[in-house]
């Protein structure tokens, strides 16, 4: 029985996306990352309680938010020292602070969910693990610590 364009296109737009088709725009040259993580956002609780309440149990506010570092992971590749050029810029309360943006992509290459990290800068590199009996690829994680996310969707 064949399904009506209306339902096929309530059926397909149902789906969650995958998390497999991303890019990062960074500000280096290249934008292919294996692994991103740590696109959190949290607010912390204030509590606050009068005396004179009848009710004993705390209000709850929001209060500061706090956003986690975000850690991008990607093949090393010959030539590319792109992580190091920028941390090596940091010196004493200074340091290349960059706006990245990490969008999650369709089928045809278009972002359907963007997040974009303010005045990041990289507050670790880690190299790769190297195991001379092993057979996979060479993989260096950047963490980056930011002051605020925002989210777009599409």
Same mark, same amino acid.
């Given at each position: ?22 890019? @990062? #725009?960074?500000?280096?040259?290249? !934008? ?8 959190? $956002?949290? %607010? ?50 200074? @340091? #290349?602070?960059?706006?990245?943006? !990490? ?8 972002? $359907?969910? %963007? ?6 800068f990289p507050s ?31």
């Open positions: 029985m064949p399904v009506s364009p209306h339902l096929e296109d309530e059926l397909m737009t149902t789906y969650p996306l995958p998390n497999f088709h991303f890019q @990062v #725009e960074w500000g280096g040259s290249r !934008i292919g990352f294996s692994e991103v993580s740590g696109l959190n $956002v949290q %607010v912390e609780v204030i509590e606050y309680r009068e005396g004179a309440d009848k009710d004993y149990t705390p209000r709850k506010m929001p209060g500061r938010v706090t956003y986690d570092d975000v850690v991008l992971k990607r093949g090393i590749v010959t030539g590319d020292g792109d992580f190091f050029a920028w941390i090596n810029t940091l010196q004493l309360n200074k @340091v #290349e602070r960059r706006d990245l943006t !990490i969008s999650l992509l369709n089928e045809e290459h278009e972002p $359907v969910m %963007v997040w974009k990290l303010k005045n990041a670790r590199l880690e190299g790769p693990g190297l195991d001379a009996a092993g057979n996979a690829v060479a993989i260096e994680t950047l963490v980056v610590t930011h002051e605020g996310m925002t989210v777009e969707t599409s």
